[in-house]
């Protein structure tokens, strides 16, 4: 999986988001997306591309957390990036 073209992050103060800023309206958020910290990691990883398994091996190792904690929380925010269109299989 890896972030489509066209997004950055942009951190305003202590708040970190992420903004569409290509041209092509049907394939991109309109907007911003809020993310916190273990949302701006997996963002990161996400633009230069790995499994959902890497996502959770660098999630557990970062992170004092649960294994089944992660995968769920790693599978919500995968969730939430397909539903607009953000992320694509490569």
Request: proline share 1%.
């Amino acid at each position: 999986m890896k972030i489509r073209e066209g997004y950055v992050l942009n951190e305003m103060g202590d708040t970190v988001v992420a903004i569409h800023v290509g041209d092509d309206e049907e394939n991109g958020l309109q907007g911003l997306v809020e993310l916190n910290k273990p949302g701006t990691f997996m963002w990161e990883k996400l633009t230069r591309g790995c499994t959902k398994e890497e996502l959770l091996k660098a999630i557990t190792e970062r992170y004092e957390v649960e294994e089944s904690t992660a995968e769920r929380d790693i599978e919500a925010f995968l969730s939430a990036l397909r539903k607009e269109n953000i992320i694509e299989d490569v």
